[in-house]
């Protein structure tokens, strides 16, 4: 069946401009994780979506990022007035029921200049 | 604090010189070990989970262990195709973060033909 899938898969911004990556879980999974994952950081947990639950936001970095999951499926992760610093790979993945394994998607590489 | 540290960072072996990477562990409380493969530019790939000390899974030439404080990858008679990044990740009991995965900086492994 389908995996994850995200877009773009590459994403070049200039400073201060705003993005939003996009998530497409596997079908029937109720857990969506996102993850950022850069060079001598390993991957980082951001923010975690269950069923109809609050998000666990306690990862995101700052007040700039923000993640919606519309209809339990489809998630955005938005960046605001992006920093360099924002530059990674963010990787999004789903769980059939946020307590076993987790399936990545291929991410997006997000470059900020 | 919740931690994982896996090493060596990086293990060169020649074809067929089977070997392990090791993933240690210091948790509140484990719900489960994760291992992750991750090829250059795509997400991590599933491989493994285990729950309890004692616990042993396998696929094709590779095996994961577990005991209280540490979980083994063994590598038997690798391949060039088996060079890839290998990420140990655990979940944990309670917190506030009850979905997240905790990841370990990763071992390159890389195979020589």
């Known amino acids: 069946g389908a995996g994850v899938s995200q877009s773009p898969s590459n994403k070049v911004t200039e400073k201060g401009k705003d993005v939003e990556l996009r998530c497409d879980p596997i079908s029937g999974h109720t857990a969506l994780y996102w993850y950022r994952q850069s060079l001598g950081q390993g991957l980082e947990f951001l923010i975690y979506f269950q069923g109809n639950s609050a998000p666990d936001k306690s990862g995101l970095p700052s007040d700039r990022f923000s993640a919606e999951r519309t209809g339990g499926s489809v998630s955005t992760l938005t960046i605001q007035r992006t920093q360099q610093e924002d530059s990674a790979v963010y990787l999004c993945?789903?769980?059939?029921?946020?307590?076993?394994?987790?399936?990545f998607g291929p991410g997006t590489r997000l470059t900020v200049t | 604090e919740d931690q994982v540290t896996q090493s060596p960072e990086a293990l060169r072996l020649q074809e067929g010189e089977s070997s392990s990477l090791n993933c240690s562990y210091t948790v509140s409380g484990l719900r489960g070990l994760f291992w992750y493969r991750q090829d250059p530019g795509k997400g991590p790939e599933f491989l493994f989970t285990l729950y309890s000390a004692g616990e042993e899974k396998e696929k094709e030439r590779l095996k994961a262990t577990l005991t209280k404080k540490e979980s083994f990858l063994h590598i038997t008679a690798p391949k060039p195709e088996d060079s890839a990044t290998y990420l140990c990740?655990?979940?944990?009991?309670?917190?506030?973060?009850?979905?997240?995965?905790?990841f370990g900086q990763g071992t390159i492994l890389t195979v020589h033909p």
């Open positions: 990740a655990v979940l944990i009991t309670g917190g506030t973060s009850y979905g997240k995965l905790t």
């Open positions: 993945a789903s769980s059939f029921s946020g307590r076993g394994e987790q399936y």
